[in-house]
Every structure is written in C-alpha cells, then in structure tokens.
C-alpha cells in the first residue's frame, strides 16, 4: 500500500506541473473533478457567443454530453458576471474538458471516486516539508529536499520570559515543530487550532486516516501518518511548558524574521518568549485532547498519553493563576530588549480557549470540575473558528462524546448542538456567493486574511451537521466549498500548490522562493483573496472576491499557514471518508 500512494503522489505531482503552463480560461470549476455522483458545476466568467455549453473528451473529439448556460448573473463581492454550466447528470468516469463557443476551453478535470484522495493526501504531505531540525530528505521529498535548519537545541530565555528558576539568558533546548507559515518561528497559540483540528480529523475519521500514508520517514512505524505528523510538532509543544510552575511560553522565535534565504542559512539567534495565557490554554486543549487520542497507541507510544494529560492539567492550574496574561508585543518591547518583531498572535479575549480547553479536559478525564468553566464560557453562538476564536473546537468535541457526556445533567449539550447545526444551517439558507454556486461568499466578510481557511472552516461546520443529522444538504454544500477552493473563485486559481492546472507558483514562503525550484513546495493552502491588501503588494483586481495575487510579495494572500492546511487537511480527508455515505460515489 505504500508504494502505491507514493506512486500515486509521484504521478498527481508530475501531471500538475506539466498542467500548470496552460494559459487562463473563462471556465472555472473544479480543476482536479468530481465525485460521480456528486454536483458538478463550471462557472463562466467570459462572454459567449452561444447559450448551450460542451463536454468533450479530453481530446476534443468527442461530444459527450450538452446542456443550456444559465441567464447572466452579476456577482456580489465583484463585477464578474457569471453563467452556470450544470452537468450533474453526466456520471461516466473518465477524464473530460468543457467547451463554450466564444469562452473556449475549460482545463482537463476527471469525474471518478476518490477524486479527492490525491488533494487529502498531498495536503497532509506539506507538513513534512515544514519541518524544523531535521533534514527533509530525497527519497521522502524528491526535489524539494533540503539540509535542516533552526536545530533549537540552544534556544535563550527572554527577558520577558525570566523567572526564578529560568533567569534570562538560560539556555534551554526546544527543537522539531512546524515552520508556521512563510516565516521560519513557531507559535504555540496558531500551533493550538491546528493540532486541534488535525486531531479532531482523526477522532472523526480514523477509518480514513489509519491507511493514509504519506511517505514520510515514519510510514509503516505502526501509527497512522497523520499521528506521526501531529507527534513532530507535539514534541516540540511539550518543550515550551516550564517545568516548573506549567506556564507555557507563547513562542519560539528570533528577535526579528530572517531573510528569504533557506532554513540551513539562518544562524539568529532563537529565544522562547513571554509565557502567555492564550498559549497554555491552547496547550492545554491540545494536550488533553492529544491523551486521549494516544490512548489507542499505548504499545507504540508508551506513557505519552498519560505524559499528555499531565501536561495539560500542569498547564490548566496555571492558568488559573494567571487567568489574564495577555501577549502584548508593544507593551513588551518597551520593557524588554531584545525588541521581538515576529508574528504577534497577540489574543485580546481569552474567554474562547477557556471553553475549548476544559471541553477537552472534561471529554478526556472525565471530571466533572471542568463543568463550571463550560457553563461559565460557553459561547452564545457559532462561528466559524480562528487562531483567536477556538471556542467552536470544544463544541465539535462535546459533541462528538455526547453518548458519553449526556450523563452530566449540567452541561447544555442540547443548546450546543443547536448552536452547530443552525449554524450550519444558515450558512445554507443564506445562499453562498450565488453566482458561484459556493457557500463560501456569505458576505464580503468572508474574504479577509486567510480567506481560503474561511471556506474550509465553513465546510467542517457543514460536515459536523451532517455527522449529528445525517441531513445530505449539508455535505453536497460542504463540497461546493471544496470546488472553491480548487478553482471554481472568481480568481481562477487553484489554490493548493501543486495541484489542477492553474495553482500558485509564487507563493509568500520562504522555503519556496529561496530553493531555486520553479514549483513551490506541494500541497500549501494559499491564504486567498483579501481586499485589505496588507502587504502593499500590486493587485491587478481589488475587489472582495478577486483580491488576489499570485506574487512571493504577497503575504496578505499568497502565504501559507500551518492552521490554513489543518481543515483542507479535515475537508478533504472527510469528503474521501464520506463519499459513498453521502452519495457523492458508488461502490
């Protein structure tokens, strides 16, 4: 089985790469395909010259299957007219391209199962190559290996890190973890949501994810490869709890962000800084939540999930003694030299991780202390989740133990659920972008800093109503945001490097514009269109939808981020895992 998903991997990454050439269509869909039994929906976005639109063979040879182009319609976050090819009744499997006189061709796309099984495994894939310490090497990354960088073996105590027992200056070793995002540091409170995501991913799929194998050196260890991902950046997690009191430290970083040069050519020096409540209450969740995951791997990893809990209850009881120990950087570099100019992740409101954390104390101990602090941070609605909004986190993992959580009379498990589900449901009844057929789009708010992670969020929140109603509206709309995201957007992008046939090739990552290759690293999640243009990069479109540029100058919509992958990793894990359940595919 190994040799086969590497095959497989090896020959999806050839064919995207010889795609991605290919000039700009007016046909956007689903660059990779669909499900056979699944919507399949193009959208055009250039004017015709006939209503009627084509399915070809992949030579152009062949009709297969015609239909009407929808009446115009005018989008609602940019100037892009769209009409709407439906070609849902056509179920053959093959591999296909669509025709529109006066639009031209769409890019190749296949109709198939597991037509996502390419996109779930190459997603869980990036990881590896965003690993800290440790040489990624050929036979597991082909071209995009590399020497290690940042060993972090020698990492100091900042000043505003110090403590008693931890003057400034201590050394103290904290290797492994994840490049966060298109810069080389970790941060313990963006590592919360992802962990807790690619957790949550394989709680609720393990049937799926025990035989997904990436080929990564652990590949064949006994432990799924999602678990041996999930363990590279735990262990360095662990690192960052004090010893001594359980507080732990917000992240490990240099003073300043290093230059667009290859991680074995950073030589700054790396400090852990300021222990911060949001950050042990992340570590908390993830911790407990990691326990009681590892309970199933005692043989392979002993005394881990006990060392979790551990940790986790280390960690709460400190938080109960510094319950507002907000990050500040501002605050903190007029006190502390030297100054630190890295990513903040500076949460004002901690109330949300709070909730999250005792959900999974409780989920996992099964002590009914953590109760109170439910009740007391129980959010009053859904929403979907952030690095500074996790509370959604501990009400997916309520309810995925509310067979045996329904004991405690307290908890209001029938309000939570609530909550999810009209959530979800809102999401459907509000219609979505219309004129692209996608939830994603319910307001211009949708299209911010990591839009993209906006759309797959979304899609997990659908996914968790379908798993408490069995309702099928919920999957074929998470789906839609799945087509999203591999190219049915007013950008026209694919959005995952690597993959369809028109990706990013110019992504804000450092590993990718110093390595010299013309590919990007594989499998990275684009952060997506964002009108607030932070970056002062040049933008040819500048609206909601279309605010997006395909530039290494780009950090405000074309960087990567390690919690942006985590629910492309759920999504398209999910829909593989769900696709003859929900229809999408037959036996």
């Not at 590896?128 to 590399?146: D, F, H, V």
């Not at 105590?157 to 973890?177: D, L, W």
């Not at 797959?456 to 069995?470: D, E, R, V």
Request: net charge neutral.
């Amino acid at each position: 089985m190994k040799i086969t998903a590497v095959f497989l991997f090896i020959v999806f990454i050839s064919w995207s790469c010889i795609l991605q050439s290919q000039p700009l269509t007016g046909i956007q869909l689903n660059q990779d395909g669909f499900y056979t039994h699944a919507s399949k929906i193009a959208v055009v976005t250039s004017p015709v010259e006939s209503n009627m639109f084509y399915l070809l063979s992949v030579n152009k040879k062949d009709t297969l299957y015609k239909g009407m182009l929808s009446t115009p319609e005018t989008s609602a976050y940019s100037s892009t007219t769209t009409r709407i090819a439906n070609f849902s009744a056509f179920t053959a499997v093959g591999k296909y391209i669509l025709f529109v006189q006066g639009t031209g061709y769409s890019y190749p796309f296949s109709i198939q199962n597991n037509v996502l099984h390419a996109l779930s495994l190459t997603s869980l894939k990036s990881y590896y190559y965003q690993r800290i310490s440790m040489p990624i090497l050929p036979q597991y990354a082909g071209k995009w290996a590399r020497p290690a960088g940042h060993p972090d073996t020698e990492v100091f105590i900042h000043p505003s890190a110090a403590s008693e027992k931890r003057p400034a200056n201590t050394v103290i070793s904290s290797p492994g973890g994840w490049y966060d995002a298109g810069d080389y540091n970790k941060y313990i409170v963006n590592s919360g949501i992802t962990m807790g995501t690619l957790l949550s991913a394989y709680e609720d799929f393990p049937f799926y994810f025990d035989t997904l194998q990436t080929n990564i050196p652990e590949t064949g260890n006994g432990l799924p490869d999602i678990i041996n991902e999930i363990l590279y950046n735990l262990r360095w997690m662990l690192t960052m709890q004090d010893p001594n009191d359980g507080g732990v430290y917000h992240k490990c970083t240099n003073a300043a962000f290093d230059k667009m040069v290859m991680p074995a050519d950073c030589h700054n020096t790396r400090y852990v800084v300021q222990k911060s409540t949001a950050a042990t209450l992340d570590f908390t969740a993830v911790m407990a939540q990691a326990s009681r995951i590892f309970s199933k791997f005692k043989k392979q990893l002993p005394g881990l999930s006990d060392s979790c809990v551990h940790a986790a209850q280390y960690a709460w009881q400190w938080s109960g003694k510094n319950p507002h120990l907000l990050y500040n950087q501002a605050t903190m570099n007029k006190l502390y030299q030297p100054a630190v100019t890295t990513g903040a992740y500076g949460d004002r409101n901690v109330t949300d991780e709070w909730f999250w954390a005792a959900c999974e104390l409780l989920a996992t101990t099964r002590k009914e202390e953590y109760i109170q602090e439910i009740r007391r941070y129980q959010p009053a609605t859904a929403t979907v989740p952030s690095w500074s909004n996790v509370a959604i986190l501990g009400s997916y993992t309520l309810l995925r133990h509310k067979d045996v959580l329904s004991k405690y009379q307290q908890l209001t498990l029938s309000s939570i659920q609530e909550q999810v589900i009209n959530f979800a449901a809102s999401l459907i009844s509000n219609g979505g972008n219309k004129a692209f057929r996608t939830i994603m789009g319910q307001s211009k708010k949708d299209f911010i800093w990591g839009s993209n992670a906006v759309a797959m969020n979304q899609s997990i929140a659908l996914i968790n109503a379908y798993l408490l109603t069995k309702d099928k509206r919920y999957m074929d709309a998470a789906l839609t945001n799945a087509d999203y995201i591999l190219g049915r957007n007013a950008a026209g992008f694919c959005f995952v490097t690597g993959m369809g046939s028109r990706s990013p090739l110019h992504i804000h990552h450092r590993i990718s514009i110093a390595d010299g290759i013309t590919e990007p690293v594989p499998g990275l999640l684009a952060g997506g269109p964002n009108p607030g243009m932070q970056d002062k990069c040049k933008y040819l479109f500048t609206e909601p939808e279309t605010a997006y540029t395909d530039a290494d100058c780009s950090y405000a919509s074309n960087e990567i981020a390690i919690n942006w992958n985590a629910p492309l990793v759920y999504v398209s894990g999910a829909l593989e895992a769900l696709q003859y359940e929900a229809g999408f595919a037959v036996h």
